[in-house]
């Protein structure tokens, strides 16, 4: 919903990308931009809502940084897209946590989490189907992070007016965290994609058994859960870059062991199988020329950022 805002910032991330030194790799800006993510997490936490809110904004301004500075050093690459839109999924569940610091039950955390990373991850597989369509569904990430933004403003106004609960700032994240999943809804109808359906569908039934046998009571739960869908993202994001899935050997026996320990350890390591995943698969894509995919251009990925934006607007 907030794509034309994105447009609007981006003649000014544009003039600053102008000034960064040509030896500075967007790679290494794209992961730099995780930290502000990991500052709000720790701020929100403290209390420290306002300065809170200024790491949102940071997190936010990097989103867009990266594919600015990319297409001023003509080093736009699939590589850098694939990056970029990986450690938003990461971005995505770290912003989550912050939720129970402002009175959120674990629940809330859990399907804000989840529909985030859904969201994405539908859109990826309307992409294997060569679908395209930017700004599809009423949260996309930019909308999120705005939404974060007025939910801790409100959490301030309950506190400087003595409210005893933050129930007005629990009904607004339940609010968002419904609309979350109505984007999860429209997306699977609205790409008309059969395999967007397919796999939103399957990945929808695990999350609401997860939830059903309580891994959205606690943060082990969360993390477990949000793991496995974040490594299955990059399957499906690899696959709608044209590549062979399993990409080799090694790969299946990931999969295979990152089923094992869904099933037997409520996916507790599933986030270490997302990191070697992403890393072999960004190794694999260095190298690869950025016109072979449009969608996949880093260019594409700073705007809708799911690019990733989704993408990152996811």
Known sequence: MLSKLRKKISPLMERLASRVPAWVSPNIITVIGVVPA?????LIWE?????????LIVTGLFDVLDGAIARKLKK????????????????????ALGLPALGAPWELAYLWATGSILISTI????????????????????????????IILVKMAEMHL??????????????????????????MWGYKSPLAVWIGSIE???VLLGFSKGMGDDLYGIIGMTGALAYAYLAVKWKS??????????????????????????????WLFY???????????RGTPPSSTPSDERSEASRDHERPHEEQTS
């Open 38 to 42: 990991f500052v709000y997490l720790y």
């Open 47 to 55: 209390g420290r809502y306002l300065d809170a809110i200024i790491a």
């Open 76 to 95: 736009v690459s699939k590589a850098g897209a694939f990056l970029d839109s990986s450690l938003d999924r990461l971005t995505d569940v770290v912003l």
């Open 123 to 150: 859109r990826a597989a309307a992409e294997v189907e060569g679908r395209k369509g930017e700004g599809v569904g009423l949260m996309e990430r930019s909308d999120r992070i705005v939404a974060l933004i007025i």
């Open 162 to 187: 003595n409210i005893p609960t933050a129930r007005y700032t629990v009904a607004i994240i339940a609010g968002v965290a419904a609309l979350i999943w109505l984007t999860v809804i429209q997306r």
């Open 204 to 206: 929808i039934a695990i």
């Open 241 to 270: 870059l044209g590549k062979d899935y399993p990409m080799d050997i090694v790969d299946g026996l990931m999969d295979a062991g990152a089923l094992l320990s869904f099933v037997e350890l409520q996916g507790s390591p599933s």
């Open 275 to 285: 990191v070697v995943r992403l890393v072999r698969y960004f190794k694999a894509l």
